[in-house]
């Protein structure tokens, strides 16, 4: 289990990781809120003492150290002043937005970046039952919600707390019982929005969940499309699709108009206050020293302060759906991973082929349900052993214990002699190989597909081509190992996607080969060619051949025999076939 976490805690810790962006872009945004906190008390302070002949003193300034008389230039000065101070306050703010950009960037970086890592060891039966549409709405959609709150919501927040802190600074220095009136409303406002917003972060909660679904059956309707229309159920399918997409909106539409009419009802109440608190200030003009032009600094200010506030209103609503976003991605890291395991030794170094010894080995998708019992097998170094049995019987479930893709319920698998709980999965499936019936191909060129992204020269492609019996396959493409073999495969047949897996195999040169119905897509003839050509490589290794058709293991010096999870019968086939036949009667 991963101990990465997704919390509003966790996301804080992170934020303060960048201590020294942190501190550079709350410096930027207290100087950035000095100059604008300063700004409105400007305009009516020109008023009082032009118009009303109210002296606050800036004239005399401007007349004693500026040498201006003229009212006029006065004006024109002041107006210059302030768009160089405004044209500065962007600036600064602009510095603000990039630095804690970068910040949510790096930070939503990292939280991917752990789900990637947390993903690529999630254990094999975890991923098996897993929505690949729900897992990347999380990926995608939350992680935005997430960087939208530490990006916009937490930089607006410090700007917010301290151009109301400096707003409050100055209205307490113009009328210390309007500001204390503001004061008081403000926080009733933030608080009923707090409540409200709670309501608002499930409904988001829901919303999300409906993306989830949505984008998973998108997924799985347009992965399985080929056997969807072969299946002429598109009808079926793509109405399932609408109707998520139908469930989707319905939820879209009840959280943004709730969330919308929530800020409009703080508004609202903001709004009432501020109408009352006009009235208020006009009293204070007839009954108190307050001048009109303070009067129209307050009001300036409060308006000032409607921004700020409902960055804060927002914020709670940001918050509720950060919160919901982090319980969903918390999902994707409860998913259980596979082992970590210490490795002191590789026993495949310096080896063509390793033996392999399963003792006592049970194994279960389900409790009280065993697909393999008691399972003993003797595979030695460099031997051609074949495993048959009738379907179901637990013959590809076997083969992917064996290259560590599920985990033992009981007993051990010993490679060369080293116990699977002392070897690394990435180890084992590093000298181990597994060739599947129905091989994956991705959409990308044949290189790509052949080497999987590792480097290999061309002449190690063209012999593995080669010895896969590829080499007319390749003649016909267009582009050659450049052309790309679409949609899982889709250009080529089963048979041809088989032999490329082979190929990859070749190309992989590891120590265990494991077939498991890996040519079964091929005609006899073709079956008979490609093991030809294989026969040199696969000399010195260690082989083992899960098929039906008699003639895939012929060549097989020992078989054993599945039934129902269990080995009944092993030994040579001249042994097997002298006992019964039946063991036999169904391959062709």
């Known amino acids: 289990m991963s ?16 201590k020294k962006e942190v501190v550079t872009g709350n410096i930027i945004a207290i100087l950035s809120t000095l100059i604008l906190a300063f700004i409105p008390l400007v305009i009516p302070v020109l008023i009082d003492e032009l118009l009303l002949g109210k002296e606050h003193g800036f004239m005399a300034f401007a007349n004693t150290y500026l040498d201006i008389e003229n009212k006029g230039v006065y004006v024109v000065v002041v ?33 991917r970046a752990s789900l990637l890592a947390h993903l690529k060891k999630i254990s094999l039966k975890e991923f098996e039952m897993m929505r690949v549409g729900a897992v990347t709405s999380k990926l995608v959609t939350d992680i935005e919600t997430i960087d939208g709150f530490v990006s916009s919501a937490i930089s607006k927040l410090v ?42 972060g499930a409904l988001k909660k829901e919303e999300n969940k409906a993306v989830e679904l949505f984008q998973s059956a ?34 879209a539409i009840t959280y943004e108009y709730k969330s919308n009419a929530a800020q409009k009802y703080s508004s609202l109440i903001f709004l009432t206050g501020y109408e009352v608190f006009r009235a208020l200030g006009i009293f204070a003009v007839l009954y108190s020293d307050l001048s009109v032009g303070l009067m129209l ?8 302060m409607v921004g700020p506030t409902h960055d804060i209103i927002n914020f709670q609503y940001v918050l509720s759906s950060a919160k919901a976003a982090c319980q969903r991605i918390e999902t994707v890291f409860e998913m259980e991973q596979e082992p970590e395991i210490s490795e002191h030794f590789n026993p495949f170094i310096g080896k063509d082929a390793i033996g392999i010894e399963v003792k006592n080995l049970s194994f279960s998708y389900h409790k009280n349900k065993n697909i393999l019992s008691s399972v003993n097998m003797s595979i030695k170094e460099g031997s051609k052993v074949a495993i048959v049995g009738a379907s179901g019987s637990g013959k590809t479930t076997l083969s992917n214990i064996l290259v560590g893709f599920y985990p033992l319920n009981e007993g051990e698998i010993f490679y060369a002699g080293v116990s699977n709980k002392a070897l690394k999965l990435s180890t084992i ?58 949609r899982d495969g889709i250009k080529f047949s089963g048979g041809q996607r088989q032999r490329v897996a082979i190929a990859r195999m070749i190309l992989s ?17 073709t079956e008979v060619r490609l093991f030809g050509a294989l026969q040199d490589f696969l000399a010195n290794k260690t082989v083992i051949t899960i098929a039906h058709r008699l003639s895939t293991i012929k060549s097989a010096e020992y078989i054993y025999v599945l039934e129902d999870g269990v080995v ?18 169904s391959m062709v």
């Open 79 to 111: 107006m210059s002043v302030i768009v160089v101070l405004r044209l500065i306050a962007a600036l600064l703010e602009i510095q603000q937005v990039k630095i804690f950009v970068a910040i949510s960037k790096s930070i939503t970086y990292d939280l």
């Open 159 to 200: 700007v917010s707390v301290l151009l109301m802190l400096f707003s409050a600074i100055v209205l307490f220095g113009i009328h210390w019982q309007l500001a204390l009136f503001i004061l008081i409303t403000n926080p009733i406002v933030i608080l009923f929005t707090v409540k409200m917003s709670k309501s608002i």
């Open 568 to 585: 009944v019968d092993s030994g040579s086939p001249k042994e097997l076939l002298e006992k019964d036949q039946s063991y036999f009667s």
């Open 429 to 486: 499936r590093e000298n181990i190989y597994l060739i599947l019936q129905h091989p994956k191909l991705f959409n990308d060129t044949m290189r790509f597909n052949l080497t999987l992204g590792k480097p290999h020269s061309d002449e190690a492609i063209k012999n593995a081509l080669h010895i896969a019996q590829l080499d007319d396959v390749i003649e016909r493409l267009d582009l050659g190992l450049e052309t790309l073999v679409g």
């Open 297 to 304: 600094a307050i009001f300036t200010y409060l308006w000032v």
């Open 218 to 251: 998108l997924s799985e309707t347009l992965e399985l499309f080929h056997q969807i229309r072969a299946a002429n159920k598109e009808e079926y399918f793509f109405e399932e699709s609408r109707a998520k997409a139908e469930t989707l909106k319905e939820h």
């Open 3 to 18: 101990t990465q976490k997704c919390t509003i805690k966790t996301l804080f810790s992170q934020l303060l990781s960048h």
């Open 509 to 525: 040169d590891p120590k265990v080969v494991i077939f498991d119905e890996s040519t079964s897509a091929l005609d006899v003839h």
